[in-house]
């Protein structure tokens, strides 16, 4: 993780703005990280097509340390291909060298991307956009967000075959390494991709995903935690808002349950003020505790498809109910 000063987080973003819109519309339509109205939903539903149409063996390629194994030859070479101006192209080479601060001591950088910067997302889709156009070439169904892609085949024989092509093509022409103890062929019901399972036709948050988002709530609604309330509202409803963020589409989810011990922590880690509930005449359940609109005015979404509300209460009050 390199983070840049505020004076070069301004540069790297001038240059990303320039750059990215001449570069975006090179890149191929089956990428979706870091790029304008894509997003990882569309990735994901991408791969349940495939699915659908008959290709249910998934080809998953991890690429080890990615971020801190790029090499700057092959980095520069592409990129050089969008830009003439020899100027910008030192500058981005400096970047890439500058180094890293550990300690009260420098230490270089030979290869590698800095994380942390708004420039790295778009180097790192220029030298995987050679990645997409072999693919492409080759007739693939695949779907990449960032540095995560995943191929679809139908056989698992010919899932092997492509796993193996596709990593030499990897070491051999972008200089990076595949991590083969995690890369796999299985049956698209056995592989995760985004945080995200496939079962049948249907979409689900992987176990992994729901587990620590269970284990977040317990943390920021347990009785361990001795901050005041508003800052516990704060901290719960920002997780909560970049939760539903991500996981939105109503096409995509699993039931939610009672995230275990979320409703006992919250009632009991909080003043007299969340201990005043009331019931719910039209469902008998137990209301929101007083105090909690605070919560539920913060995440608030733009009108809900569910309860036809400005102030969207349908994910929150899983909390309590």
């Known amino acids: 993780m390199g983070i840049p000063t505020v004076l070069d987080r301004v540069i790297q973003q001038a240059i990303a703005q320039i750059l990215g819109a001449r570069v975006d519309s090179t890149f191929s339509e089956y990428s979706y990280g870091f790029r304008p109205r894509r997003s990882a939903h569309q990735a994901v539903r991408k791969v ?29 070479h592409y990129v050089g291909r969008h830009v003439r101006d020899k100027r910008v192209m030192a500058l981005i080479g400096k970047y890439l060298r500058a180094g890293f601060s550990k300690d009260g001591r420098l230490h270089q950088t030979r290869r590698g991307v800095p994380q942390g910067g708004p420039l790295s997302p778009l180097l790192a889709n220029i030298l995987l956009h050679e ?104 901290k719960l409803a920002q997780y909560l808002r970049g939760w539903m963020t991500i996981r939105q589409d109503r096409r995509i989810g699993r039931p939610f349950g009672r995230p275990e011990g979320a409703a006992q922590g919250w009632s009991e880690s909080t003043t007299s003020a ?36 400005s102030v969207c209460r349908c994910a929150p009050r899983l909390l309590w109910v």
């Open 48 to 76: 349940r097509s495939y699915i659908v149409d008959g290709y249910r063996v998934a080809v998953g390629v991890d690429l080890r340390q990615f971020f801190d194994r790029v090499d700057h030859d092959v980095l520069m």
């Open 131 to 234: 990645l997409d156009r072999e693919l492409e070439k080759r007739g693939h169904r695949f779907a990449r967000y960032a540095d995560d892609f995943i191929i679809m085949v139908k056989s698992q024989r010919a899932g092997e075959r492509v796993l193996a092509s596709i990593q030499r093509f990897l070491e051999r022409k972008l200089k990076l390494q595949v991590n083969e103890d995690k890369s796999r062929v299985v049956p698209a019901s056995g592989c995760e991709f985004l945080g995200f399972v496939f079962r049948g036709k249907k979409i689900r948050w992987s176990e992994k995903a729901f587990l620590a988002f269970k284990r977040r709530i317990r943390e920021l609604t347990g009785r361990s935690w001795f901050v005041p309330m508003r800052v516990r509202l704060h």
């Open 274 to 309: 969340s201990r005043n509930t009331t019931t719910d005449a039209g469902t008998g359940s137990l209301a929101a505790p007083q105090g909690a609109d605070v919560l539920l005015e913060t995440v608030a979404a733009p009108r809900c498809e569910t309860c036809a509300s």
